[in-house]
């Protein structure tokens, strides 16, 4: 498994192809890019801030009497987690969303596909958390980032909401934008993790 190692704290060589260089030559606004998302990211994986939040908070979701209900949560009878497949509805409404606000006309469809995208905003959310209630430390501090975005994208799009249904359609459409902007962040790092938990074997 390759790693490299920014100011203390190394993260992977997620696609197999940065390598770090400082070479003039080599880097491109890409790699730059890429660099500092990763530097960012392993800066979140290394900090200790919140780790008694976490606990905390993973503590409490594990308390919670949900008996046969987690393992669905989890998506144990899929046989893989059920987070991900959830999190498709939200995503692909809001960037439909963002598509049809392109065409003429088409408002009203872009503020259902905004509900929508609210609508199953939830599901996702709690069979997100109780993913993260079994996250190790480092995926564990990502996640509370990842949820914060989630928060902020679904803010956003509530706000967008309002503002469409009040006729008021440049506000929503740049609301949507911000929640657009948002939850691409947010998906970022739920990549991150996914990829670190393959990484780690789990």
């Not at 990211?41 to 008996?67: K, M, S």
């Not at 993260?132 to 430390?137: G, K, N, V």
Request: charged share 15%; aromatic share 6%.
């Amino acid at each position: 498994m390759n790693t490299h190692t920014f100011d203390g704290f190394d993260t992977y060589d997620t696609f197999g192809t940065f390598d770090g260089s400082t070479d003039p030559g080599h880097s491109s606004a890409l790699d730059k890019a890429s660099e500092s998302w990763l530097i960012a990211v392993a800066a979140i994986e290394g900090t200790t801030a919140l780790d008694p939040v976490i606990r905390v908070l993973q503590r409490g979701i594990h308390a919670l009497p949900l008996g046969g209900v987690r393992d669905l949560l989890r998506g144990e009878p899929l046989g893989h987690p059920a987070h991900p497949v959830l999190v498709q509805v939200p995503i692909g409404c809001w960037l439909s969303a963002g598509i049809v606000d392109a065409v003429p006309g088409a408002q009203r469809a872009a503020t259902v596909l905004t509900a929508v995208g609210l609508a199953g905003a939830a599901p996702a959310a709690v069979t997100g958390w109780a993913d993260w209630a079994d996250l190790p430390p480092r995926q564990a501090r990502v996640g509370v980032i990842h949820a914060v975005t989630n928060l902020a994208a679904v803010g956003c799009y509530t706000a967008s909401l309002i503002a469409r249904l009040r006729g008021e359609g440049l506000k929503g459409r740049l609301w949507s934008l911000a929640g657009l902007t948002a939850v691409s962040a947010s998906g970022a790092l739920g990549g991150h993790m996914a990829y670190r938990r393959y990484q780690d074997g789990d």
